[in-house]
């Protein structure tokens, strides 16, 4: 297994540009999740989803797109860059088993926005 | 969820135990208690998870007290690899994916 990917590693932007970070688990789980992380700070979460076709919003949504249309892919959203959104961004899943509590997170996409 | 909290830095020799507390004290008796870490810049790691009882696995052994109002993570011969931020999380199992990483505890471990 791969476990949870993530594209591009790094991303440089300009305000007003808009792109899409890319997140794809290929351990079947119902979960999934986006975070981001600013420098000397934890994570905090932005959209997540339970299933393909269910999404909702996290602590910082604003400025974000999520769609789940598969198990496997969890796409996050810009759609006007600023500089407010330069952070590491992180994607996790996890399996909705019963006994499922561990998140896996996936290494991560640094961006910048300019 | 429970509001958690953490000791923002922590030293720890080489070798030695390392003892990583948690006050979670609205924790209700539903929530689970997580600790996962992150090294350097990567995500974060699953360590181990409870709910009442003590736990142990291959990383780490998880104590929690009987009021459950507080945790400590001990990692029984702390290497450099160890060196990492810690975050301890309450939450129920069906939303902790909703919860919110605080900053940790940045364990530092000295040769």
């Known amino acids: 297994n791969a476990g949870v990917t993530q594209t591009p590693k790094f991303q440089v932007l300009k305000t007003g540009q808009s792109m899409t970070l890319q997140c794809a688990q290929d351990?079947?789980?119902?979960?999934m999740s986006w975070y981001r992380q600013d420098p000397g700070m934890g994570l905090r979460l932005i959209h997540y989803s339970v299933g393909a076709g269910i999404t909702d919003q996290g602590e910082v949504p604003n400025g974000y797109n999520v769609s789940r249309s598969t198990t496997e892919d969890f796409p996050l959203r810009l759609l006007s860059a600023a500089p407010s959104q330069t952070s590491v961004y992180f994607c996790?899943?996890?399996?909705?088993?019963?006994?499922?509590?561990?998140?896996?997170f996936g290494p991560g996409t640094r961006l910048t926005v300019t | 969820d429970a509001k958690t909290t953490q000791p923002p830095s922590m030293d720890c020799a080489e070798g030695r135990a390392a003892n990583l507390p948690c006050n979670h004290s609205t924790i209700s008796g539903n929530e689970y208690v997580y600790w996962y870490r992150q090294i350097h810049s990567q995500g974060p790691q699953y360590i181990i998870h409870?709910?009442?009882n003590n736990e142990t696995n291959e990383m780490a052994s998880l104590i929690i007290t009987e009021d459950r109002k507080s945790s400590t993570l001990i990692l029984p011969h702390a290497t450099l690899r160890d060196t990492a931020v810690y975050y301890c999380?309450?939450?129920?199992?069906?939303?902790?994916?909703?919860?919110?990483f605080g900053p940790g505890t940045s364990l530092s471990v000295i040769p």
């Open positions: 999380i309450g939450s129920m199992k069906t939303s902790y994916d909703k919860v919110i």
């Open positions: 409870g709910l009442k």
């Open positions: 351990m079947n789980h119902e979960y």
């Open positions: 996790a899943s996890r399996n909705g088993g019963q006994g499922a509590h561990e998140q896996y």
